[in-house]
């Protein structure tokens, strides 16, 4: 990976979330009314959080999990209700902020929150790791080096999210930068699922791992797809 281009976008992304999304990022993953746009955007989010889940065992008790990217703690908490323990990590640590605030004392003690970088290797080791739309800014090498990292001490699978190249999507960025400066979120890079496919399967670092599903999500100005890698040996 490129260090100082992974490092870079981190910190753009550390700013807006900490110095101008916060509020906004609030609203959307509340129940709180929010406009049209914004509320296709929640609904698409609520239906990857679930067909995440559905691609994790019902009873994880035992099991320890990376939230890497955890946000506001929604992911996080239905692990944990499974009987996980979680270590969530998300580099805005006034997400972390709220993500605690929003889940009652008693049904976080099987997670563990942490501001900082979901690569740092102090974490240790994992039965699985979720991404969930935390890998979306990144180009798609820096991407492949960051599943590199994770594999090395995860046991199982990784499940994540990217943003799916297609004319809608170049679309939909395209009227994001008529947005005023303040408003936007950092830029999207948009992946061919054939290229990612393609940087997996040469990668000597994967060589025991496979793609083994794929689900694209749609809702309109929300467009991601899952990628799940298994461990094969």
Not at 59 to 76: P, S
Not at 106 to 130: C, K
Not at 175 to 188: C, E, K, M, Q, S
Not at 210 to 224: A, H, K, P, W
Request: with cysteine; glycine share 6%.
């Amino acid at each position: 990976m490129a260090e100082m281009s992974y490092q870079d976008r981190r910190s753009k992304l550390k700013n807006y979330f900490d110095r101008t999304a916060v509020d906004a990022w609030a609203k959307l993953t509340s129940d709180a009314p929010v406009s049209g746009i914004r509320a296709t955007v929640r609904a698409g989010r609520d239906q990857t959080r679930q067909r995440i889940l559905n691609r994790l065992p019902e009873d994880l008790t035992g099991k320890r999990i990376l939230d890497a990217g955890c946000g506001t703690g929604a992911l996080a908490l239905e692990m944990a209700k499974r009987g996980a323990n979680v270590v969530a990590v998300d580099l805005s640590p006034k997400l972390v902020e709220l993500a605690q605030e929003r889940i009652p004392a008693e049904e976080r003690q099987n997670i563990a929150f942490h501001s900082g970088d979901m690569l740092d290797e102090a974490f240790g080791e994992f039965d699985y790791v979720v991404g969930m739309d935390s890998m979306i800014h990144y180009q798609s090498e820096d991407m492949l080096n960051v599943l590199e990292r994770l594999a090395e001490r995860t046991h199982q699978k990784i499940i994540f999210t990217f943003a799916p190249s297609s004319a809608l999507l170049e679309i939909m960025i395209r009227v994001g930068r008529l947005f005023p400066r303040r408003d936007r979120a950092p830029f999207i890079e948009p992946v061919s699922e054939q290229k990612l496919r393609d940087l997996v399967g040469r990668s000597k670092l994967l060589h025991s791992w496979r793609v083994s599903f794929t689900l694209r999500i749609s809702s309109g100005f929300y467009q991601s797809q899952i990628m799940e890698l298994r461990r094969f040996s």
